[in-house]
Structures are given as C-alpha cells and as structure tokens.
C-alpha cells in the first residue's frame, strides 16, 4: 500500500535528527559540568595562589619563617610578620620562583636543590600570561597551577615572581571524570541510537496510517465515483445509438442515468464534507436548540414516508433541555440516522426516536427492527466506505460514508456516538451531546 523506501528514508531522517538532538544535549550538559568540576576543584587552589600573591605583595609573611627574599620596610629594614593563624603563615604547597632580568630563577637556594635540579632546571619563564591563574605542566609528568606576576621593587634584580602550586591531586580527579564522561558518551551513544530508533518508529506509525488511510479513501472514492459514471456514460451511448426513438420509449435508461447522477451528486457533496472534516476547514456556527422540538421537526417527513412504507414510527421525547449545536449539522445528523433507519428496515418494522437526559447530557437514540448488524462488524460501521452488505446498500444508494459523516459531527460537538444491537432485532445509535 505505501511506498517503503520513502519511509524507510523519512524514519532514517527522523532518527538522525533525534540522534543529533540527543548528542547536542548531552555534549553541552557534559561541558557545562565537566567545566564545573574542573573550576570547582582548581577553585581552591586559585585562592590560595591569589591570596599568597596579596601577602607577598603586601610583605605579611615572616621571611624568616617562610625563607623568602628579604622585604626591605620603608627604613631599608627587614619587615617581620608574626604569624596570628594559620592564613598568616605561608601555604607549604606552594614554591615561589624569582625570576631574574636574564631570565633565570635567581633564588635557586631557597626552592632547594633537590626540587630545583630534578624539577625547575630545564623550567623556561613564560612571559605570554602575567596576572592570570594558569595550569601548566613541569616534566610532563606534574601539573601546576601559577601565577606570574611583574616585580615591583625596583631595588633588587627580580623581574617576575612566579607562584606556583601542585593539583597532581585535582587533576587526577578532572582525569578521572573525564574518563567516566568518555564512559558515559559511549553508553549515552549506544542508549541514543536505540532510543532514535524506537523514537523514530513511533513517529512513523501515525504517518503511515494516515497515508495507508489517505490512499484507501482515494482508492474507494474514485472506485464509488468511476460506478455511477460508467453506467451514465453506457446508458447515453445506448440513447445515441437510436437517436430517432422517443423518450418515453427510453424511460428506462434516461430514469437510471438521471439515480446514477443523483448518486454522484450525494457522493461528492459527501466526499467534500470529509475532506473539509479532515483539513479542519469546517467551523460550527453554535445556536441554543430545544432538543425536543428540533427532533419533533425533524422527524416528521420521515414519520410520513415510514407509514407510507408501512413501517411503524414511533417518537418518546423527554429531553426538554436546551443545547448549543450547529443546527445545519444537527439536522445532518439525525437525517444520516434516520435514512439509514429506513433503508435497512421492511414493512412491518418499527422505527423510534427516543430523548431523555442523562448526567447533564442530552441522550438521543435512533433505534429500528430492521436487519440489524453483525456484533463483529459493530466496529468497522464508522468507518470511511464501510458497508455491510455491498450489494444491499448499493441498491438503497449506499457508499458507506453516512456514518463516518456523523461520527464526525458529534465529535465536533465534543460528543459520542455508538451503535448497540438490539436484544430482539435491529440496531439502535445511541448519541450523546453536552448542554
Ligand atoms: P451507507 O450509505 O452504506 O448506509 P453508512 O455509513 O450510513 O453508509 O452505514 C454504513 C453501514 O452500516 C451500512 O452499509 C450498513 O451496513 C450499516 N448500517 C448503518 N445503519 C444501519 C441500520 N440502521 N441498520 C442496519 N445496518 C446499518
């Protein structure tokens, strides 16, 4: 019924995109977070990089204790801190490193020898970064987080200071996430492309069934209409044949055409209104509507055609309420019904409208003894060109799309409609509409 690889390529295109929607989430979502931790964890280690440097610069450490170079006072003296706490005191993680105008570390003695030859020796001064917090990392092997800031006193042969503090520790941490982010990428990949998959079918369901649904109405409406007009077009062949012959000796074929033209014209007007139904074209014009007396109205001419049938009518109103209905469609409805009372009911049968109220609703039931329905066709009888018996209905000048009219009409009054088989004989359609 419907084209595969058009689908197959539109499912693969809904997938691509639910899978690019998937990585673009959780690619920003594990930036955002991977950036947080590592902010948060190097966080700490800023501060103290920042607030060593304010001490420094502002000369509060012991130089004896901390064994920097002297801070010379305002009367060229050793300016001494003592410390008060523990903030007073120099933070041991962290290593100054004095750099010289040649560009060499000037005070080697006080890193000490053994961090300085194992670790600083082959140790260039980087000059692109100053004032700014950077991460950088000395044999390949131990990460960094320092500082380089311009000296100030111009006093001594210090060009820049450089602080610098280990975040081995943080960044075996930032490693360690950012293995488990790769893990979960790779889990979050496998997850997404099922998930795009059954996401992409699901999608896909309600597009094929309309189309399947779409090309079937298509199917059936140019079958019901290519009918009537074949039989039009062999009846006037015929009358044109014998040209000389009188219309009354061509009642026959002129009467036949003339029901085929009035079944077209019922067909299309039909067809219309489903079409408009369905691009939701079609708007209620609401009215308040005595249930009662609206039905009374509409019930009388069929009154009149059942006893002249010879079919029993019968009407039991107790709905004296008011509703808001669209009276055109209203009227519409309860033809649909009715037609169909008759069409499937024979002498002797008995027809009833019946109205009453039932939980603030307005109840109407179309009932008849006519030939009834099947109880497992009772589901498809709302379909789109459904008929029980094709050749009975097409005799009483049915296509099957009476119901699906009127399905539609109470749905558009926010309503419902269902039909029950009678326990005797006969159907009854049972609506129910809101005040
Ligand atoms: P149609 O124009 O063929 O009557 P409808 O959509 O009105 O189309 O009805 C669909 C089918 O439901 C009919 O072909 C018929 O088989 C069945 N049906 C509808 N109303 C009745 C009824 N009152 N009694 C028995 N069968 C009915």
Not at 109 to 115: K, M, P, V
Not at 143 to 157: A, E, G, M, S
Not at 206 to 211: C, G, H, K, L, M
Not at 367 to 379: A, Q, R, S, Y
Request: charged residues 25%; neutral net charge; proline residues 3%.
């Amino acid at each position: 019924m419907f084209n595969k690889s058009i689908f197959t390529k539109q499912q693969l295109k809904f997938m691509l995109l639910n899978l690019i929607a998937f990585s673009v989430i959780f690619t920003i979502f594990s930036i955002i977070i991977f950036g947080q931790v590592q902010r948060t964890l190097y966080s700490h280690a800023d501060e103290e990089l920042l607030l060593f440097k304010e001490r420094l610069t502002n000369n509060m450490f012991d130089n004896e204790a901390a064994g920097f170079r002297p801070q010379l006072g305002n009367e060229g003296q050793n300016k001494v801190f003592p410390p008060k706490d523990k903030k007073e005191n120099p933070n041991p993680r962290i290593t100054v490193i004095h750099w010289g105008y040649g560009g060499k570390i000037v005070n080697k003695d006080e890193i000490g020898t053994l961090f300085y030859e194992n670790y600083l020796q082959d140790y260039q001064l980087d000059k692109t970064k100053i004032d700014e917090i950077t991460t950088t990392t000395i044999n390949d092997l131990y990460d960094f987080r320092y500082i380089l800031f311009k000296d100030t006193n111009n006093q001594d042969d210090i060009a820049y200071t450089q602080l610098l503090i280990n975040v081995d520790a943080e960044q075996t941490i930032i490693s360690n996430f950012e293995r488990l982010v790769i893990i979960c990428s790779i889990i979050f990949t496998i997850l997404s492309i099922s998930a795009s998959f059954i996401l992409s079918k699901k999608m896909m369901k309600p597009i094929i069934q309309s189309w399947n649904k779409q090309a079937e109405f298509v199917e059936n409406a140019s079958h019901e209409l290519r009918t009537p007009l074949t039989i039009i077009q062999n009846k006037l062949e015929l009358l044109l044949t014998s040209p000389n012959e009188r219309i009354a000796d061509k009642f026959e074929n002129i009467a036949l055409s003339l029901s085929e033209t009035r079944r077209l014209s019922k067909l299309t007007s039909d067809l219309l209104t489903l079409a408009r139904a369905d691009s939701s074209e079609t708007e209620l014009t609401l009215q308040t509507v005595d249930v009662d007396a609206f039905v009374r109205k509409v019930c009388a001419p069929y009154q009149e055609i059942a006893e002249s049938q010879e079919k029993h009518f019968w009407l039991n109103l107790k709905c004296p309420i008011n509703i808001k209905v669209d009276e055109t469609r209203f009227h519409q409805l309860l033809v649909i019904l009715l037609d169909n009372a008759l069409k499937y009911t024979s002498e002797s049968d008995s027809i009833g409208v019946k109205t009453y109220v039932d939980d603030h609703k307005a109840v109407i039931e179309v009932t008849d003894t006519g030939i009834g329905i099947k109880e497992k066709n009772l589901p498809y009888i709302f379909d789109r060109f459904y008929r029980e018996d094709k050749a009975r209905s097409r005799e009483t000048g049915g296509v099957g799309l009476g119901l699906s009219i009127a399905q539609w009409i109470v749905e558009k009054h926010k309503g419902s409609i269902k039909a029950v088989k009678n326990k005797n004989k006969g159907t009854t359609f049972i609506i129910k509409l809101q005040k």
